[in-house]
């Protein structure tokens, strides 16, 4: 078996469930070569993925969680670093700082403005009987719900979306300089926000950051943009490639389609669940060994790679049984779509709402939904889910 969890290729249909079913096999802790001359230990299994994304401090998160090392400046100043990028205790003191923001009750208090975005976001389309699902639909709601969450124009959630996705896509697929160029477009914004919210406050996301303290000093503007980036970052590619994937799965399970369709109520919550294990948005989060250690069976040393592949160790046959079955009923269903451990997927709640109440819209309304043409997947080792879904329907 070829193993090459580096080139976009891999991912071009999806995540390479070959590979993974190989190395879960063979090889759970493999030793994957890189260009840059070092390489990295690529981890496969369920109770290992797991079990690493608990340990900070023996697999920090530090200096990045992409496979390749941030360039100089771009994420980390030497003074500055984004939360997901951090460890205990720095990591505690800034998700503290939003955490209470994200948790389940105040999440479901969004659920009724999350609902009108569905509606709105289905009824720009319903007349027209075909639509991009990527960009009409699944792209719509969470540019507009971190808009809505941190004070923006929801127009504006859009245009920080689009950059979201220039920086999650390859880097031989983009332009020179693009991924750059959509960083600094970002800050560029945020730095404006800056301005109005310290202006102006409101009651939003963006100016109780503004306002929050770390021992007594104020956040400054990069640690401001770190967070804004990330937000905007963590909650959108994700979310909406869910989406995608999900509909995916939906149309070629009409049967599960179905039975969604005529109760919503009994199956959104197990499909969302099932989807979220099957198609596993986030392909990877990278850690630091901190020292040596073994990991099924291989001796890891300190400073090196480990990358925790989340879409192979939610097909671990170990632990879900016919694991390439799509199977709402699967009960439990423990995933880690969202990670695990310190740095579990903040938006959790927030991403769980958005998925159950758009996917409610798409299936109640957009009657005899089908592919209208090939689906083109974001070329991406990051993240996974289609670019492009071309799709028919009835209002
Ligand atoms: C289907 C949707 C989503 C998926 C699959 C997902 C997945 C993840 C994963 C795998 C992590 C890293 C966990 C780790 O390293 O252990 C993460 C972190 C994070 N996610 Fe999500 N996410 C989703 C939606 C969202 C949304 C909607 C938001 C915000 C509104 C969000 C905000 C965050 C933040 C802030 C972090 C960093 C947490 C930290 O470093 O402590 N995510 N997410």
Known sequence: MEINLLSPASFAAGHPQDQYSWLREHAPCYWHETTDGDGFW??????????????????????????????????????????????????TTYRKLISREFTQGPAAAMAPWIEDFAKQIVDAVIDKGQCDFMQDVAGEMPSYVIAKLMGLPLDDGRKLYALTETIHSAVETLPPGAPGEAVAAMFGYGQRIIEEKRAQPADDLASRLLAAEIDGKRLDDVDFLLFFLLLIDAGGDTTRNLLGSALLVLLDHPEILQALREDPDRWLAPVRNECLRYCSPVTYMRRRATEDVEIAGRRVRAGQRVVLYYGAANRDERV????????????????????????????????????????????????????????????????????????????
């Open 42 to 91: 690529a981890v496969t299994r369920y109770a290992e993925v797991r079990a690493i994304g608990r340990d900070p401090q023996r697999f920090s998160s530090e200096p990045t969680i992409m496979i390749e090392d941030p360039e100089p400046g771009l994420f980390d100043d030497g003074v500055h670093k984004m939360m997901l990028m951090m460890d205990p205790p720095s990591h």
């Open 320 to 395: 879900f049984a016919d694991p390439h079955r799509f199977d709402p009923t699967r009960n439990p269903n423990p995933h880690l779509a969202f990670g695990g451990g310190t740095h579990v997927c903040l938006g959790q709640h927030v991403a769980r709402i958005e998925i159950d109440l758009m996917l409610r819209e798409v299936v109640t309304r957009m009657h005899d939904i089908a592919l209208a043409g090939e689906p083109e997947w974001l070329a991406s080792n990051f993240i996974s889910g289609p670019r492009v879904l071309p799709v028919t329907f009835r209002g």
